[in-house]
């Protein structure tokens, strides 16, 4: 191990730290550039030193296939050819392995083939075909039905919480019973408007509420008692000394709207859950649809994994025995149903709620929002372990001190950040490089269209003073804000090199290919009323 011997002394004391913490949870925050994917192998190679394991003992888990691979390269590099035993995975990747190993517990669908989302799309509409008219879902213009997309989307954000359309049904029924249950007190409690004489009345109102709220189901908080919660915060939020109440107004009105009557009731008492109710059965009739052809979809993966473990103690117990050591890579990324799988395989009563996991981190570079990921699940991590170790890392390796500066005073005006929830903790940057000319200026402008405005202007002021226009690049988080940049680049006569990935389903040849085929669909089935839609 002359290879560990060499990179260990190249890290500094908080690296050696979480390397050294090999027994017990322990939460890594790592702020960019501050040398996880370093720590992370030196890790394994230090498990493989001190722990009483081989290398297929130890499971690492990351969010993309590049990341897999540059661990193992550079896991490689420190321990050699035992770099190709150890468990490096996707969560997707780990999902399939698990399916593909063990299918006896996989027997209530056949997995037999992977579904993309156009594919998906399709099933789905043919489901939409089906609706009846009157059903809530089943709106059209032309030929689209309007909430077709919402409804796949919807679909994959319960799959990503791991939620069976059954499961979902429940919770929707647990949610309407309480709020049949509750409408009577909250039509006489809110007949007045808020004000800090009716505290005891809102405090009774809390305690009614509270007796009709059920436990949380599939780990997804209850819809009675989030109502409950958001009402004690808005009493504990009002000066009974004073004359009005806007917390509790504002809770009302989150919460609530008049009917016909004029009383108050739950905004989701009507359209809204019977929407999902419809969802619900759609999505029951997706996955059906999806068995009976031995189709699986990108979310599957991890749902189905989900509840193998949750249900087969057998398959749990297996897993946990063979990966004694687990690590998770941007674990800010993580969604519910990963999450789960995470406990699942940490479990185990042996491990007296202090199982080998060493998650690393960092909540304010989550960025899979849309994949239902959740940067809180950091904090839950200290919350469901046993006295888990916390090592914040804060020597910067990739900027200089300039932007670490500028980008901290931009990420600490955000809300629920576990710095502001951890007092013990500190994300306050380092930085080890410098440049010369190192300034990062911070502009604030009034409106987007005048930063499009500034930007142009601050290009060509740069040319004109000599700068090479291939020596000055524009950022941003989404396409289309360079998009509407171009006009103001253009009014400029600034050349650009603009590159960016297209969408070929969005093509209109492929739109008119499209249309074609479902007309050419339409009418060997003999269905005349969509050919002449189409045509």
């Given at each position: 191990?002359?290879?560990?011997?060499?990179?260990?002394?190249?890290?500094?004391?908080?690296?050696?730290?979480?390397?050294?913490?090999?027994?017990?949870?322990?939460?890594?925050?790592?702020?960019?550039?501050?040398?996880?994917?370093?720590?992370?192998?030196?890790?394994?190679?230090?498990?493989?030193?001190?722990?009483?394991?081989?290398?297929?003992?130890?499971?690492?888990?990351?969010?993309?296939?590049?990341?897999?691979?540059?661990?193992?390269?550079?896991?490689?590099?420190?321990?050699?050819?035992?770099?190709?035993?150890?468990?490096?995975?996707?969560?997707?990747?780990?999902?399939?392995?698990?399916?593909?190993?063990?299918?006896?517990?996989?027997?209530?669908?056949?997995?037999?083939?992977?579904?993309?989302?156009?594919?998906?799309?399709?099933?789905?509409?043919?489901?939409?075909?089906?609706?009846?008219?009157?059903?809530?879902?089943?709106?059209?213009?032309?030929?689209?039905?309007?909430?077709?997309?919402?409804?796949?989307?919807?679909?994959?954000?319960?799959?990503?919480?791991?939620?069976?359309?059954?499961?979902?049904?429940?919770?929707?029924?647990?949610?309407?019973?309480?709020?049949?249950?509750t409408t009577k007190y909250i039509a006489q409690t809110l007949t007045q408007p808020p004000s800090t004489k009716l505290l005891s009345t809102y405090k009774d109102l809390a305690s009614k509420l509270s007796s009709k709220t059920m436990k949380g189901m599939f780990e997804f908080s209850n819809y009675g008692a989030q109502c409950v919660s958001e009402l004690l915060d808005a009493i504990d939020h009002t000066d009974p000394n004073g004359r009005f109440a806007p917390a509790?107004?504002?809770?009302?009105?989150?919460?609530?709207?008049?009917?016909?009557?004029?009383?108050?009731?739950?905004?989701?008492?009507?359209?809204?859950?019977?929407?999902?109710?419809?969802?619900?059965?759609?999505?029951?009739?997706?996955?059906?649809?999806?068995?009976?052809?031995?189709?699986?979809?990108?979310?599957?993966?991890?749902?189905?994994?989900?509840?193998?473990?949750?249900?087969?103690?057998?398959?749990?117990?297996?897993?946990?025995?063979?990966?004694?050591?687990?690590?998770?890579?941007?674990?800010?990324?993580?969604?519910?149903?990963?999450?789960?799988?995470?406990?699942?395989?940490?479990?185990?009563?042996?491990?007296?709620?202090?199982?080998?996991?060493?998650?690393?981190?960092?909540?304010?570079?989550?960025?899979?929002?849309?994949?239902?990921?959740?940067?809180?699940?950091?904090?839950?991590?200290?919350?469901?372990?046993?006295?888990?170790?916390?090592?914040?890392?804060?020597?910067?390796?990739?900027?200089?001190?300039?932007?670490?500066?500028?980008?901290?005073?931009?990420?600490?005006?955000?809300?629920?950040?576990?710095?502001?929830?951890?007092?013990?903790?500190?994300?306050?940057?380092?930085?080890?490089?410098?440049?010369?000319?190192?300034?990062?200026?911070?502009?604030?402008?009034?409106?987007?269209?005048?930063?499009?405005?500034?930007?142009?202007?601050?290009?060509?002021?740069?040319?004109?003073?000599?700068?090479?226009?291939?020596?000055?690049?524009?950022?941003?988080?989404?396409?289309?804000?360079?998009?509407?940049?171009?006009?103001?680049?253009?009014?400029?006569?600034?050349?650009?090199?603009?590159?960016?990935?297209?969408?070929?389903?969005?093509?209109?040849?492929?739109?008119?290919?499209?249309?074609?085929?479902?007309?050419?669909?339409?009418?060997?089935?003999?269905?005349?009323?969509?050919?002449?839609?189409?045509?």
């Open positions: 191990m002359v290879e560990f011997n060499k990179e260990y002394l190249k890290l500094n004391n908080k690296q050696r730290q979480a390397v050294d913490t090999i027994d017990g949870p322990l939460l890594v925050v790592a702020g960019p550039g501050t040398g996880k994917t370093q720590l992370l192998s030196m890790r394994v190679a230090n498990l493989l030193q001190k722990a009483d394991i081989t290398p297929n003992n130890i499971l690492c888990i990351t969010f993309t296939d590049n990341a897999a691979r540059n661990m193992r390269d550079r896991l490689e590099t420190i321990i050699g050819q035992a770099a190709y035993h150890v468990g490096i995975y996707t969560f997707h990747s780990f999902g399939t392995d698990i399916i593909n190993q063990y299918p006896a517990y996989f027997t209530e669908r056949a997995l037999l083939q992977s579904i993309d989302d156009l594919g998906s799309y399709e099933i789905l509409r043919s489901i939409f075909e089906t609706l009846a008219h009157n059903n809530p879902l089943s709106t059209k213009v032309g030929d689209e039905y309007i909430y077709l997309k919402d409804t796949q989307s919807t679909i994959s954000w319960l799959k990503q919480n791991a939620l069976k359309p059954e499961e979902l049904m429940q919770l929707l029924k647990q949610n309407e019973a309480f709020m049949e249950e509790i107004t504002s809770w009302r009105n989150n919460w609530f709207e008049k009917n016909n009557s004029g009383d108050y009731q739950f905004k989701d008492n009507h359209k809204a859950l019977q929407k999902m109710k419809a969802v619900a059965v759609i999505y029951k009739d997706m996955q059906d649809a999806l068995s009976k052809r031995g189709l699986f979809d990108f979310d599957d993966m991890i749902m189905e994994v989900v509840h193998a473990l949750e249900k087969y103690d057998e398959l749990k117990f297996n897993l946990q025995e063979r990966y004694q050591y687990i690590l998770i890579d941007e674990f800010q990324d993580t969604n519910k149903a990963q999450m789960r799988i995470i406990k699942a395989l940490g479990d185990n009563p042996v491990n007296e709620g202090r199982p080998n996991i060493m998650a690393v981190g960092d909540d304010d570079q989550a960025i899979y929002g849309f994949q239902g990921a959740q940067s809180s699940n950091m904090l839950d991590f200290l919350h469901s372990y046993n006295n888990a170790e916390l090592v914040a890392l804060t020597d910067n390796y990739r900027s200089t001190q300039s932007i670490l500066d500028v980008s901290r005073s931009l990420v600490t005006q955000a809300d629920n950040r576990l710095e502001t929830e951890i007092d013990t903790i500190s994300k306050d940057l380092v930085a080890h490089s410098s440049l010369p000319n190192d300034i990062v200026e911070q502009n604030v402008l009034p409106s987007e269209l005048q930063q499009y405005q500034w930007i142009a202007e601050k290009i060509d002021y740069y040319i004109k003073q000599g700068t090479e226009p291939r020596e000055i690049a524009v950022i941003a988080p989404k396409h289309k804000y360079l998009e509407r940049l171009m006009p103001y680049i253009g009014s400029k006569q600034i050349p650009v090199a603009y590159e960016r990935r297209e969408n070929i389903l969005d093509a209109p040849i492929i739109k008119q290919i499209t249309t074609l085929s479902e007309l050419t669909d339409a009418l060997a089935r003999n269905d005349h009323i969509n050919a002449d839609a189409l045509m």
